[in-house]
């Protein structure tokens, strides 16, 4: 079956420690890939996207992305956390006549 | 901002009533969805729009019952809801119902079924 996996559940760090939570995901094929962010009682927005090309992207707020075709691996980086990154993180994954899979999500809990 | 806006942000509802959740953009979208997201849970797909067409129903209960009356209006009518239909209710949109366009995601609508 296709799945996104996201290996961590809740990560805790503190302020200005950095940050990696990884995504893979179980297609082969093209895939276009999405990492989300849901603050505390917000809605989804965009942090980033890949489509194509280079395969380390960068989003909103200082944080990237890295696509590693052949570990099926998209995962979402940031060197230095604040308090206000403290959400809910989901990746993503499409394919060609698919809908939008996602991930279960990651809590990050970022301590002043 | 997001740039699809759904109407209310919470609704209230018995077992026995009869409400709709209401979704617009403008942003030339062709588009649409409905999702479904539990509290710390990612969200699900319900049903997706294009060009105005229902093209997806993901296995969803008829007591929901999605309409499309325009490019830009997607609305979501319930009856006879069950409490564990209590969720936040996302909608969203997309240029075309393509896995190479990002998908932009309403504020929601927060259900409580009681």
């Known amino acids: 079956a296709q799945s996104v996996s996201q290996h961590n559940h809740h990560v805790i760090l503190s302020e200005a420690a950095s940050l990696e939570l990884g995504c893979n995901y179980s297609?082969?094929?093209?895939?276009?890939l999405f990492w989300y962010v849901q603050y505390p009682g917000q809605h989804l927005q965009l942090l980033l996207k890949?489509?194509?090309?280079?395969?380390l992207v960068k989003g909103i707020k200082g944080f990237e992305a890295e696509f590693i075709k052949s570990k099926f691996s998209f995962n979402l980086r940031k060197p230095s956390v604040q308090w206000s990154d403290t959400a809910e993180y989901f990746c993503?994954?499409?394919?060609?006549?698919?809908?939008?899979?996602f991930g279960k999500g990651t809590t990050l809990s970022v301590s002043s | 901002d997001t740039e699809v806006t759904q109407t209310p942000k919470h609704l209230v509802m018995g077992m026995t009533n009869k409400k709709s959740l209401k979704c617009e953009q403008h942003?030339?979208?062709?588009?649409m969805y409905w999702y479904k997201q539990k509290a710390k849970k990612p969200p699900e797909l319900m049903f997706v729009?294009?060009?105005?067409?229902?093209?997806i129903n993901e296995s969803v209960p008829s007591r929901f019952s999605p309409e499309c009356p325009n490019s830009s209006l997607l609305n979501l009518h319930l009856h006879a809801l069950q409490p564990e239909d209590s969720a936040l209710y996302l909608c969203?949109?997309?240029?075309?119902?393509?896995?190479?366009?990002?998908?932009?995601f309403g504020e929601g609508s927060w259900l409580t079924v009681v």
């Open positions: 993503a994954v499409r394919r060609a006549g698919t809908a939008l899979i």
């Open positions: 969203a949109s997309s240029q075309q119902d393509l896995s190479g366009n990002t998908i932009y």
């Open positions: 729009y294009s060009y105005e067409k229902l093209s």
């Open positions: 297609y082969g094929g093209t895939v276009n």
């Open positions: 942003m030339g979208h062709r588009a």
């Open positions: 890949y489509f194509s090309g280079d395969p």
